[in-house]
């Protein structure tokens, strides 16, 4: 996972949004991001290393377009991560991914 902070990218989605995942790259509005918000962003991660990025993208812009943002069925699952535990408990085969980022997201 890459943070991208101040980026440009976020201009053309709305206030709200404070950041977008692609991939392993995550670009951030601000110049800092807060654990929860990190965590989150793994959860994404996650998503696209398990459907792909072109699945994940059809799965949230396409078959959900019709959900709000807080229903879609990625972020639903994204906001129940509150813990890496809870991450490594969704996607078992990512565990030695996930400590790897969270190691270096909380500095141990
Ligand atoms: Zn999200």
Known sequence: MKLYFKSWLLRFFPDN?????????????????SRKMQLHELCHVCQYRKHGIWKFLWIYFVRERRLEYRDKSFEVEAYSCLTPVDLEILYPDDVTFIRSAVRKVYGY
């Not at 392993?24 to 509005?29: E, G, I, K, W």
């Open 17 to 33: 949004i404070d950041a977008f995942t692609f991939g392993h790259r995550v670009f951030v509005r601000a110049d800092t991001i």
